[in-house]
């Protein structure tokens, strides 16, 4: 690693939003920059982070069922465990960072907010040197035909935000938290009340995935996979072998690898 590089040299414009917008603002806001997590701010000062996950959970939640989305605040589904750097620091000082938070908030002297550091801007400038199969790991897949009610659930059980989708023919797609964010709150926008929790499992992964899902050959190089998911723009990538799936690579597993 370039140890003349600071963070100033590579962070990023924060993209923030206050802890009273409407988590519905906060969801438009994060496909709009495609930004993930967002900053949230409250009277200026930096309070946490909000992830399309923790929309996802919070649209999907019975607690709020009978809110409007466009009534449900930022607040609540702020996590308020978030850490921080400074423009001069080494960028070295990012890596355990980002090991553990998905991104860093980057402040000036008085602690103004002036910048973030997430995966997409350290992989831009490091890359891992290291054998993609070290790496890859086991993915995580679903049927086409799942209830999105079922997706969610393995979603909370298991701890994960991204399902490769496959049938008899190999991988069809992918589905994260961001489609489902993105189809809960269209479904109670349009769904009253008393129909939701009938409605809603008429909802199934081929009606929400993203479809063809982009992947890479397992004979793709580490430097040529780290390309693709910055310039994409994509936490992570299916891994296929003659067609057949065999892993995925996340940037959050390159990350661990620096």
């Known amino acids: 690693m370039n140890e003349d590089l600071l963070i100033k040299d590579i962070m990023s414009k924060p993209v923030a939003i206050a802890k009273s917008a409407a988590i519905t603002e906060a969801l438009d806001k994060m496909l709009d920059e495609a930004a993930d997590p967002l900053i949230v701010t409250n009277n200026g000062a930096v309070v946490g982070t909000i992830s399309r996950k923790a929309i996802a959970d919070t649209l999907g939640s019975k607690k709020t069922s009978t809110v409007s989305p466009t009534k449900i605040h930022v607040a609540s589904g702020i996590d308020e465990a978030f850490t921080s750097a400074y423009p ?38 490091v890359k891992p040197e ?29 701890n994960v935000t991204k399902f490769v989708v496959t049938d008899e023919t190999g991988v069809i797609g992918v589905v994260t938290e961001t489609d489902i964010a993105k189809s809960l709150r269209e479904f109670r926008s349009a769904v009253g009340d008393k129909h939701q929790e009938y409605q809603v499992r008429n909802l ?14 397992a004979k793709t190089d580490i430097a040529g996979i780290v390309d693709l998911l910055v310039n994409k723009n994509i936490s992570s990538v299916p891994v296929v072998n003659d067609q057949k799936l065999v892993g995925q690579i996340s940037k959050e597993s390159l990350i661990v690898a620096l």
Do not use: C, N, W, Y
Not at 204 to 217: E, G, H, N, R, Y
């Open 130 to 158: 290291i054998p993609a199969d070290k790496i890859m790991q086991a993915p995580h897949t679903i049927h086409p035909g799942e209830r999105v009610v079922h997706l969610r659930r393995r979603m909370l059980d298991e």
């Open 88 to 125: 001069d620091e080494p960028v070295d000082v990012l890596v355990p960072l980002l090991q553990e938070f998905k991104i860093v908030v980057i402040l000036d002297s008085d602690h103004k907010l002036i910048g973030k550091v997430d995966a997409t801007d350290l992989l831009k400038v």
């Open 204 to 217: 199934f992964v081929s009606d929400i995935m993203t479809s063809p899902a982009i992947t890479v050959d």
